[in-house]
């Protein structure tokens, strides 16, 4: 009776396959870890990464395997997982946003853990053309400009705390911080896309309380760790010009504290004209 039912099962299995694969051209199918933990989740997962006749995903509660089942002339794994992460999902690719998985329900908060980063570009941004029609060099000069007009800003909010001008580095930092929401993630390489998820909660707690104020020592104080996370996207970005990495020993009452600038003269945005030169680069990002 058991191995009747068993085999009933696996039938059906295969018959869903079947009618999955009938319904999706070019179809692949490929198994990956999601991590999740109840019947919402499955949904969410499902839901996330499936597109008619373009994708399917069947997550499994128990094992948090997905089969991913796609038409490889549209879509990739990359892109499927990059969307299961925006809705909250993590793989052993992609991290979930900060925010979006702090707003899971309860039950759907799945213990993290470290991720290993990708080290390979989304397939279809290494071929001449993308399954869209357009060529990779165009999706790529859109993740540079993305992520060049962050730093463009970043360096605005660094020279008025040179000049010590409270009032254009919150205006700079407002500009900033509407930058940075307006990041489209899922147009990043996967690379920078793992650091991004790393980083963006903190680059928009910080930018978001220098906007707040006024105060050029206050200002001054959370410049610090925005420079620190702005290093680790800068870094993995590759800029096509230098960007000097530089450290001032008396900032931050003594402990020291970094910057990024695109001059290899030292501009100190911690002390600006009282110690204009005080520092050194540490690190050239090229």
Request: net charge positive.
């Amino acid at each position: 009776m058991k191995n009747s039912f068993k085999n009933i099962m696996v039938a059906t299995f295969v018959l869903l396959s079947i009618t999955v694969n009938a319904q999706i051209k070019n179809s692949k199918t490929e198994i990956v870890k999601i991590y999740g933990n109840c019947g919402m989740c499955e949904t969410k997962i499902e839901k996330a990464g499936t597109i008619k006749k373009v994708a399917t995903v069947d997550w499994n509660q128990e094992t948090q395997m997905a089969t991913l089942t796609y038409d490889a002339t549209k879509t990739n794994q990359d892109e499927i997982l990059k969307r299961i992460a925006l809705a909250g999902y993590d793989s052993d690719k992609f991290l979930a946003p900060y925010d979006v998985y702090d707003n899971l329900h309860g039950c759907c908060q799945y213990e993290r853990v470290a991720k290993v980063a990708v080290t390979e570009e989304i397939k279809s941004e290494t071929t001449n053309k993308n399954h869209s029609g357009h060529d990779t060099t165009s999706k790529e000069a859109q993740d540079k400009n993305q992520l060049e007009t962050i730093f463009d800003n970043y360096f605005l909010v660094k020279n008025a705390l040179v000049k010590s001008d409270g009032n254009s580095a919150s205006t700079n930092a407002t500009k900033l911080l509407s930058e940075i929401n307006a990041v489209k993630m899922e147009n990043l390489k996967a690379d920078v896309h793992v650091v991004w998820m790393k980083v963006v909660k903190n680059l928009k707690e910080e930018t978001k309380l220098i906007s707040e104020t006024k105060d050029i020592k206050v200002q001054r104080d959370y410049f610090d760790t925005l420079s620190v996370k702005m290093y680790e996207l800068i870094k993995i970005s590759k800029p096509e010009t230098p960007i000097y990495y530089q450290n001032c020993p008396m900032a931050n009452d003594g402990k020291g504290a970094n910057w990024l600038s695109k001059e290899n003269a030292v501009k100190n945005p911690y002390y600006g004209s009282m110690m204009l030169t005080c520092g050194k680069t540490i690190e050239t990002i090229k």
